[in-house]
C-alpha cells in the first residue's frame, strides 16, 4: 500500500491543510496577494516563536511566486485539452464568443465550455470583455495554440511536460540508486511529444538559418551529398532536409525502434522523399561512411558515450566533411543558466537526459545545459580539430565541426 509522504515523513497535515484551506477561503476569486497575505497572517505566530527570523516581505514575494507557478501547473491539462478538441483553433477562426457560442461552435458542453474559457482568461491566454461576456483569443497567443505551422507552437511542449509526470516514480527511484531510465521506458509517447515540441523549431531554421550558417555545406547538398541524420528522433529533421534538397540522399539513425517506425510512417504520410531512408542503430555504430555532412540535432547530451560517437562519425565524414550538432543554448557556468530558459532545460535535463544517458554505455550524462566548453570537449575528444558556433537562436546553439 502506498503511503501519503507526508504521513510517513510525520508532518502534520492537519495543520497544512488548515493552512492551504484559509488562505484559499482568505483569497478565492481575489488578487494573489490577498491569498498570500491571508497566508502570512494564519502563520504569524509560528514564524516568530522558536523559528530563525523571517523577512515577511521575501516570503510574500516568493508565495506570490509559487502562486504564478502552481497556477501554470494546473494549466498543463487545460491546455492540452484546447489543443486536442481544437478549441483555440475554434475561437482563432470565429473570433470573440460568448461560452454559449464557443461551446455551440465547438460541439462541447456549455458548462466545461465556461469554466475552460476563465481559467484560461485568467491565465492571461484569452482575453475577456465584461461588458459583452465575450472570450477572443489574441493573435499573439494564437501563434501558441492554434497554428500548429507557427514556429512558436508550443503544443508538443505541453504534451512533453504531461509525458514526463507520468515517469516520475522511475526516476524518482533512479535518484536512490544512481541509474538510468531507458528512452523506451518512459511513459506516455515521450518521444513523440518530443518530435512534436521540435517540430516548429526544425521548420523555422534548418533550411533557412542552420545549414546556411556552415562553411560549403549548402552548395555541396545542392549538388548531391550523402548525409547522415544522427539521432533522428521521430524524422522530422531529415525529412526537412531532404524535401529540401533533392539531389542529395539522407539516411536517418536512431537507436529506438518505434521512432524509426514512428519516422517510416511520416515519411509515407507527408508524401515521402525517394531520397531519405530510416534505419535503426546507435550513434557510435552506424553503418555509413564517406559522409559530406553528419546532423545531430538535440542529441550528443543524451548520449551515455558521446566520446565514443564523436570518434566514430568522424571516422565516418571524408577528409573536408562537416558535423553539425544543435544543442540548447546554455552558458559554461550553473551561474549563466538560471533563468526562465535553463529552468526548463534542467527540468527536461533531470527527468529525461541524465536517465537516458545514465541508461546507457559510459553514461558520462553531459544534461541539457552542458554549455560549448564542455562540447566542444567531447567533440575534440572524438578527433575533430576544428569547432565553432555557427548559429544560435534563444534557446539552442549549432555547432560546426571540422576533422
Known amino acids: 500500500m502506498r503511503v501519503c509522504a507526508g504521513l510517513a515523513a510525520g508532518r502534520r497535515p492537519w495543520r497544512e491543510g488548515m493552512l492551504v484551506g484559509r488562505a484559499y477561503v482568505f483569497g478565492f476569486g481575489a488578487t494573489g496577494e490577498a491569498v498570500v497575505a491571508g497566508a502570512i497572517e494564519i502563520i504569524r505566530d509560528e514564524l516568530t516563536v522558536g523559528s530563525p527570523m523571517i523577512d515577511e516581505h521575501k516570503l510574500q514575494q516568493f508565495l506570490k511566486k509559487m502562486l504564478a507557478d502552481f497556477g501554470a501547473a494546473m494549466s498543463v491539462p487545460l491546455v492540452r485539452i484546447g489543443i486536442r478538441l481544437g478549441l483555440y483553433k475554434t475561437l482563432d477562426q470565429a473570433g470573440p464568443m460568448t461560452s454559449l457560442e464557443f461551446a455551440t461552435s465547438a460541439n462541447i458542453s456549455e458548462r466545461y465550455a465556461r469554466e475552460w474559457l476563465a481559467q484560461n ?114 524524422g522530422t529533421s531529415t525529412l526537412i532536409m531532404a524535401k529540401a534538397f ?66 566514430h562519425i568522424h571516422r565516418s565524414l571524408k577528409p573536408d566533411g562537416t558535423w553539425m550538432l544543435m544543442e540548447p543554448l546554455a552558458g559554461d557556468a550553473t551561474e549563466d543558466n538560471l533563468g526562465p530558459v535553463g529552468r526548463v532545460a534542467y527540468a527536461f535535463s533531470t527527468m529525461a537526459c541524465v536517465p537516458v544517458s545514465l541508461s546507457q554505455e559510459v553514461g558520462l550524462a553531459l544534461g541539457a545545459q552542458a554549455g560549448q566548453a564542455k562540447l566542444t570537449e567531447v567533440i575534440k575528444a572524438g578527433g575533430f580539430r576544428q569547432v565553432r558556433r555557427a548559429a544560435e537562436t534563444p534557446v539552442n546553439m549549432v555547432l560546426e565541426a571540422r576533422p
Open 121 to 234: 482568461a485568467a491565465s492571461g491566454y484569452l482575453s475577456y470583455d465584461p461588458a459583452s461576456r465575450k472570450f477572443a483569443l489574441p493573435p499573439e497567443q494564437a501563434m501558441v495554440f492554434a497554428n500548429d505551422e507557427s514556429p512558436f507552437f508550443m503544443g508538443g511542449g505541453f504534451d512533453a511536460v504531461a509525458a514526463l509526470h507520468q515517469t516520475q516514480f522511475l526516476v524518482e527511484e533512479a535518484f536512490k540508486s544512481g541509474s538510468g531510465v531507458n528512452w523506451g521506458d518512459h511513459a506516455g509517447c515521450l518521444f513523440c511529444a518530443i518530435g512534436a515540441m521540435l517540430r516548429p523549431r526544425y521548420a523555422a531554421n534548418i533550411v533557412q538559418n542552420w545549414l546556411p550558417a556552415l562553411e560549403g555545406v549548402v552548395a555541396k547538398l545542392e549538388r548531391g551529398a550523402h548525409v547522415a541524420d544522427i539521432g533522428c528522433g521521430t
Open 246 to 311: 533533392p539531389n542529395s540522399t539522407f539516411v536517418g539513425y536512431d537507436f529506438h525502434e518505434p521512432s524509426i517506425e514512428h519516422a517510416t510512417v511520416l515519411a509515407r504520410q507527408s508524401g515521402g522523399a525517394s531520397n531519405a531512408r530510416f534505419e535503426v542503430a546507435q550513434a557510435k555504430d552506424f553503418p555509413a561512411k564517406d559522409l559530406d555532412l553528419v546532423t545531430c540535432f538535440d542529441v550528443l547530451h543524451d548520449l551515455g558515450d558521446p566520446v565514443g560517437a564523436a570518434a
